[in-house]
């Protein structure tokens, strides 16, 4: 496979260098530091303004290059490097939120420690939306989410700090969801009680905070305490999400970078073929669409929930330092999840689709395995990978196809996909086919006749696939990362 990198001496905004030797020069060091302190602060001023000369300018010590290597997928001593110096690993970006990619990020951290995850603030579904409703912000369910799988497990008392952070209030009792909250702020819950100090009482201010502001109609049921304590910290900070992601990504020990894409306090809209919407990510490609047997093909943002009324699209713009993230991957990531609601989101703030064209390094798309009902309708993974090529080109122009996509990972011995996979057609737009095992050893299909192994596989009624086949709808988080690794050291 062959690829592109840039290489480069100095430094440069989001990448790490080291200025060569010769050409550093010693620091200044002002008069009253160096101990002759002849001057006063005024005075040394005024002296430096009148009797420097003007300097020449220096020549520039970057050079770019663009260097093309055959690779072999994955590379076991490309990957092993990694996992013996995760804090020097490659800075994959991934754009998606949701729960599908949990288990890599948590294999992740043991590769690098400079992953990049953008999350989409939209989610309007579980308890993110009550916590919308009422304190108008934008969701911390899916940051929550990826937060705790980036933790750092070997931690002393970071297990406990888990535990409290994935547990959920009673869903069926609002009166013993509030009573277990109670306990909880008191710290009589055993669940708090098992947290370490300091940590405990950082967090437990953070939780008295979101309960001293939580409106009267607050409904507790189901609430994850995760969420309410960064809701908490969040409102303590003067509502910058930016600044609460960061202080419970400091105390969770995150081995990766997390942030909010935009911090734009929106909701997505979706367009059906037949003609009609639903608003809210609750809502897309499950119960309407399934009842309608209608394809999406558009999304937008608009700023409420209410699907009845009438409401222009909302412009948003991804913020400065998601975008030097973007500008200093080694591997960008459109992995699997929730097709519209997890992976295309990321793609509508303004900036996004510039900055990923911007940036020369591997660009890559990971279909789904196994059925995902935002994608009915859809019939292929080239239709797919057009999507995703369309949506970037609406902000970035009529950029070439390898700007925006490079390569699509597939296992087409040992995986089933709902949709087809013509590699042929693939090839055909300048992307590359990686067809590689991304299952586990014991998970990979035996040899045997083709016959036997379609025979295995059933639609049913309404074109999801049944599980009576030998092929698998679960990818292995390792191989999927052996692949990643390899293009971006």
Known sequence: VMYACMTRAGSNVGDKAVMPSSVSAPPKIPSRLRGDSTFSDSADRQASSIVQPQQAPAPSSET??????????????????????PEYGPSVVFFSGGSAIRELSRALKNYTHNSVHLITPFDSGGSSAEIRRCYDMLSVGDLRNRLLALSDESALGNPEVIRLFSHRLDKAH??????????????????ASAVNMPQRSIFLSHLRWFANRMPSDFDLRGASI????????FLEHDRDIVTAIYLIHKLLGAKGNVRPLTGANLHIRTYYQDGTEEVGQHRMGKARAAALKSKIIKIDLVEHLDPDAFQEPQDC??????????????????????????????????GVGRAITRRQCPKVYIPNTGPDPEMFGY????????????????DAGRVPIP??????IIDTRNCFYCVD??????REMGITVI?????????????????????NVQLDEDDTCSATFQKNHFLSPNKVLEVLLTLGT
Request: net charge negative; with cysteine; hydrophobic share 50%.
């Open 64 to 85: 770019f290059v663009t260097v093309s290597r055959r690779v072999r997928i994955p590379d076991s001593i490309r990957v092993a490097r990694c996992r013996r110096l």
């Open 174 to 191: 609002s009166g013993v969801a509030q009573s277990e909250l109670v306990d909880l702020l008191a710290g009589r819950h055993g669940l």
């Open 226 to 233: 995760g969420n309410l304590i960064i809701t908490g910290c």
């Open 317 to 350: 713009e991804i913020d400065i330092v998601s975008s030097e993230f973007i500008a200093s991957a080694d591997v960008i990531a459109f992995p699997m999840g929730s097709f519209f609601s997890s992976v295309l989101v990321n793609l509508l703030p303004r």
């Open 379 to 394: 019939k292929n993974v080239l239709e797919c990978a057009l999507v995703i090529i369309d949506m970037v080109r609406k």
């Open 403 to 408: 700007d925006i996509l490079q390569y699509v």
């Open 421 to 426: 996979i013509d590699k042929a057609k693939i």
């Open 435 to 455: 067809d590689v095992q991304l299952v586990e050893d014991k998970d990979c299909v035996v040899d045997q006749d083709p016959a036997t192994l379609l025979a």
